[in-house]
Structures are given as structure tokens and as C-alpha cells.
């Protein structure tokens, strides 16, 4: 799969989509509350995108070679879950963190976007591994531009974790979204500034930083998806899918309720575009 590039029609088609990915998440975000189980969580998410948005859920049979297709229309990754967690029976309960990442495909274009949620009270380690992983996020959308290079995303976001002593998981990283889920280039969460790929006006990208609050090694579960960190240690997620600009970036998967920007991200680049 190579890098593509998106003209005017492809950046409308892209906006459209990103949109319904975070307008998704604000649907879904009053439900995750303790007692909800993640399967509830996966039907509202199919039945909002299929019959409302009139779109398709990306991960609902999604079958990347080396995988047996992906059975659920979103994925809801829990605790020491780090990605890919599939919902199930199990209701959500006090005290838990869950990533709800979603991805949708609006006229042949993808939108994939995650959040944290709170569940009920959560411990300060909790709190502050979901605060700190959305400023990660941000760290790394800021260098964005036509020739940047992704090596600078990555650093970015691996200096600020290692700053306040959290690790970056090294096995899973963002990539380039259009009309495929998962397009070339991979936009590693580490790194060093000047290196990989430089990026051009047209690419539409997503960053997507996994934090733990212990060691960064993860495997799978046993259920052919789910990743989980070796330690179960906390671990923390946020995505956006981002179209790279010549003066910077365009935030593509932002909608009514998105939680609030950094403060330190540029104001220019703190308003969301209407597609
Ligand atoms: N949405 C994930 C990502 O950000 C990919 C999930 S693949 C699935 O790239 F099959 F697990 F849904
Ligand atoms: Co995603
Ligand atoms: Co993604």
C-alpha cells in the first residue's frame, strides 16, 4: 500500500468522513457509564453509523493478513487493554479507563478517531495517564506540515512521555487513511527529528499514541486481536486523522464535543473546518 495524496475532492470526501468519526464518539460518549457492557457500547456505535450517518463501521469484519477478521464495529480497549480490545458481555465498571476507537467509511473515505473515557471515579494515576496521553497526541499533531518529517511526530510525542516518566508503545503506530484503513507511511510514536518520510500537502494521516504507565512491551491476548501491556500496567490511547497542510495540518475527526484543545497548540489551528 503506498502513500496517496488527496486532492480537492478526496479532502472533501476525507472531511466528511472524519467528521462522522468524532460525531460517533460525542454520540457514544453519555452511554459509557459503569454497568454498560462493551457489546452495548459496539451496537449503538453500528447502528448510529449504519442507519444515521449512513456509513459503514471499518473494523466490522476487517481482516488484515495474519488476522482472522476482526468481528466487532469498534474496538473498546480497557485497563492494561493497549489496542484492538473487543467489546463483550463484561459491563464497564467504576474506576475504569476504556479507549473507544472508531473508524468510519463515508463514500468510500475513512475516519478513524479514539477517546478515553472515565468510568465513574478513576484513580489519580488513571486521570492524569489519560490527560497526559492527550497531550501527547497534540505534541505530535503540532508538527505537522508539508516537509516535516514523521520521525519529528514521533519524537515529539516520545519526549513529552518520557518527561513524565510514561513509556510509548512501539509495536502499533498511526498511518496513512483514504480510501484504504491502513496506508503507508507508518507514523511511529518515537523516534528522531529529520528522520523517515517527509510529509506533503494531500496526505491524510492519523496520530494515535499508546502510553503506559509501566514498561512499553505488549502482546497479544490470546483472542487473535486484543494487545495488552506484559507488565498490566495502565494504558492509555487518543487519535485523530489529521490531512497534512503547506503551512501545517488540518484536524480532520473533530466535532461539537470534542474535548478541548491544548492550550498549547497554535489558536489558528484550534478551530475546527467546516467541511
Ligand atoms: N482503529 C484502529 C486504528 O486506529 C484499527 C483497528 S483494526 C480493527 O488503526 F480491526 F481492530 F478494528
Ligand atoms: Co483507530
Ligand atoms: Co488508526
Given at each position: 500500500m503506498t502513500i496517496t495524496y488527496k486532492d480537492a475532492a478526496g479532502i472533501a470526501g476525507m472531511r466528511v468522513a472524519g467528521r462522522l468519526a468524532a460525531e460517533l464518539l460525542d454520540y457514544l460518549t453519555p452511554f459509557v457509564k459503569p454497568g454498560i457492557t462493551t457489546n452495548e457500547l459496539d451496537k449503538l456505535a453500528n447502528d448510529y453509523t449504519t442507519?444515521?450517518?449512513?456509513?459503514?463501521?471499518?473494523?466490522?469484519?476487517?481482516?488484515?493478513?495474519?488476522?482472522?477478521?476482526?468481528?466487532?464495529?469498534i474496538c473498546t480497549s480497557i485497563n492494561h487493554q493497549v489496542c484492538h480490545g473487543i467489546p463483550n458481555d463484561k459491563p464497564l465498571k467504576k474506576g475504569d479507563i476504556v479507549n473507544v476507537d472508531v473508524t468510519v467509511i463515508k463514500d468510500g473515505w475513512h475516519g478513524d478517531s479514539s477517546r478515553m473515557f472515565m468510568v465513574g471515579d478513576v484513580s489519580v494515576a488513571a486521570k492524569r495517564l489519560c490527560a497526559l496521553t492527550y497531550e501527547a497526541m497534540w505534541h505530535g499533531i503540532v508538527k505537522i506540515k508539508a516537509g516535516a518529517y514523521v520521525g519529528d511526530i514521533g519524537h515529539a510525542i516520545e519526549k513529552f512521555a518520557h518527561s513524565h516518566a510514561l513509556s510509548v508503545v512501539r509495536e502499533f503506530c498511526g498511518h496513512g487513511i483514504g480510501r484504504n484503513f491502513h496506508e503507508e507511511p507508518q507514523i511511529l510514536h518515537y523516534g528522531q527529528p529529520g528522520t523517515l518520510d517527509q510529509l506533503k500537502a494531500g496526505m491524510t494521516i492519523t496520530v494515535e499514541p499508546m502510553l503506559n504507565i509501566g514498561r512499553r512491551e505488549v502482546k497479544e491476548a490470546?483472542?487473535?486481536?486484543t494487545i495488552v501491556t506484559r507488565d498490566r500496567s495502565l494504558s492509555a490511547q487518543w487519535e485523530h486523522t489529521v490531512l497534512v497542510t503547506e503551512t501545517g495540518y488540518e484536524?480532520?475527526?473533530?466535532?461539537?464535543?470534542?474535548p478541548a484543545i491544548p492550550s498549547f497548540v497554535p489558536v489558528a489551528e484550534r478551530t475546527p473546518v467546516c467541511a
Open positions: 442507519q444515521v450517518q449512513q456509513a459503514i463501521s471499518a473494523p466490522l469484519n476487517y481482516a488484515p493478513s495474519g488476522h482472522r477478521p476482526y468481528p466487532k464495529a490470546g483472542d487473535g486481536w484536524v480532520l475527526t473533530l466535532s461539537a464535543n470534542s
